[in-house]
């Protein structure tokens, strides 16, 4: 049937948008509705309806470059802070050389399925939308006024045209819905769980010396598989006293109803947390929570034990890490001196396949590392000083001997880094072989004929004793 052939049918009762894209056509009894885009040929009966109109535009591979929004113009009012193309300002050259639509979308045909149907016919879940979103915000730690951003805001309403944008306000609202909800869950697995729980806490330093409390629960599921819970992440404030920070913990657990079910607690290893744990066994142990009057409460740290020897052995060997520092430094400092610090490698018959690298600081594996490396070229390092008269920082041989001995330490607590790194560790026993092996090793350095070594040795096995009196893996 051609157009030609039949009567357009020219009425003001069409009111719908759709028929800006189609033309009606009578041919005797019978309407058709024709796409001016692809002349593909619908049913125009008026008992038929208009969504199967709507649903061809979205479909029309030839209508491409037509705004879809505006099937929706006639029947959606505008809502005060939707996204307007026109509202915004754009640079001049945007505004010269692109023409942005909102929601000029070009579907594929595989795109186009029963759910792109579901924006003909107004069918979207706002509530889950929102949640979707601030879960989003929440997973990957997203700020919360990315809702506010022009670019968002435009790439949602070519996304999905129907859903109200949500304001700042919004989705911090639905943020904290959601944490509640998580909480009250989280609740009632710790109220019905028939085991003891273990509680760490630790203190987290952010920009601008804010303080911040985590405490994080540990148990075992009815299915006996470990869990691991951050329950509360507090602002602290510097000028709390040992008292007051010991009340944030117990309002913490009685707010969580676990202070009847503590098995034991971890802190860090420094006297004002001996005297913040004190305070807490002493609270829990009146109303006797606690196990075996509560020997088995005060756990350790062990890995924070670990750090603090290793700072207790880098600053023994400062100055020698600083020479060793400054002479890689020093070969690096030009193309001529490189080579022939390698003729000096080559003389001294080093077979190392190691390079030389400058460390960090603040991350004392990354100064065992630089360390390891220069030892294997230390007879390089005497040679270069002979021959180079500029080069005066070499480290004796005194020198070389402890850093030897201390880089063998850092490896050694590398590895038990390792091991504590490991996302579930549920027993001390499996990190107990590495802490014998410190043990072991500090038994053989106290016996050190050099004295700084032997006086390190002492201090850091007297350290781990210490701890250890009262900790479940010593």
């Known amino acids: ?9 020219r009425s003001s009762r069409l009111k719908s948008v759709v028929w800006n894209d189609f033309d009606r056509v009578k041919k005797g009894d019978t309407c058709v509705a024709i796409c001016r885009h692809c002349k ?11 969504s199967h109109l709507r649903n061809h535009l979205i479909r029309c591979r030839r209508r491409s470059n037509h705004d879809v929004a505006q099937l929706f113009a006639s029947r959606e009012k505008k809502k005060e802070g939707a996204v307007t193309l026109s509202n915004y300002a754009f640079d001049e050259d945007q505004r010269k050389d692109e023409v942005l639509n909102v929601v000029n979308i070009k579907f594929e045909q595989d795109q186009v399925k029963d759910g792109i149907s579901n924006i003909g016919n107004n069918v979207i879940d706002q509530k889950r939308s929102r949640f979707d979103l601030a879960r989003m915000i929440i997973l990957h730690g997203y700020p919360l006024t990315m809702v506010e951003h022009l670019g968002f805001k435009i790439f949602v309403k070519n996304l999905q045209p129907l859903f109200d944008l949500v304001s700042l306000n919004g989705v911090e609202a639905d943020c904290m819905e959601i944490y509640e909800k998580e909480k009250q869950k989280m609740y009632e697995v710790l109220d019905k769980l028939s085991g003891k729980i273990s509680l760490g806490a630790d203190m987290w330093n952010a920009s601008g010396d804010v303080q911040y409390l985590c405490l994080t629960s540990q148990y075992i599921d009815e299915s006996w598989e470990l869990q691991k819970k951050i329950l509360n992440f507090v602002i602290m404030d510097p000028s709390h006293t040992e008292d007051m920070l010991s009340e944030v913990i117990m309002t913490c657990l009685m707010d969580w109803d676990i202070d009847r079910k503590l098995f034991s607690m971890s802190l860090d290893c420094c006297s004002t947390n001996d005297n913040i744990m004190c305070r807490i066994r002493d ?8 196990l075996c009057d509560g020997q088995l409460f005060d756990i350790r740290c062990a890995a924070n034990l670990v750090n603090m020897m290793v700072q207790d052995a880098l600053e023994a060997l400062s ?13 690096k400092s030009s193309q001529a001196v490189q080579e022939k610090f390698n003729e000096m490698a080559q003389q001294a018959r080093v077979e190392s396949q190691k390079f030389l690298c400058l460390d960090n600081p603040l991350r004392w594996n990354l100064t065992y590392f630089m360390l390891e490396a220069a030892l294997e070229y230390k007879d390089a390092f005497s040679l270069l000083q002979e021959h180079d008269s500029a080069y005066t920082m070499c480290p004796s041989d005194t020198e070389w001997e402890r850093a030897g001995a201390i880089a063998g330490y850092l490896k050694l607590f590398i590895e038990v880094t390792h091991v504590f ?9 499996i990190y107990f072989p590495e802490i014998c092996d410190i043990h072991l090793q500090l038994i053989d350095l106290c016996n050190s004929s050099d004295i700084l070594i032997s006086t390190l040795a002492l201090k850091m096995k007297s350290s781990l004793m210490s701890i250890g009196r009262n900790a479940a893996w010593l």
């Open 421 to 429: 790194s490991g996302s579930k560790y549920p027993t001390a026993n």
């Open 1 to 9: 049937m051609e157009i030609s052939e039949s009567v357009i049918v």
């Open 319 to 331: 100055e020698v890490t600083c020479k060793i520092r400054e002479s890689i430094r020093y070969v």
């Open 40 to 50: 593909k040929k619908l049913s125009g009966s008026s008992t038929s309806g208009t």
């Open 283 to 290: 609270r829990l142990s009146q109303n006797r929570f606690l």
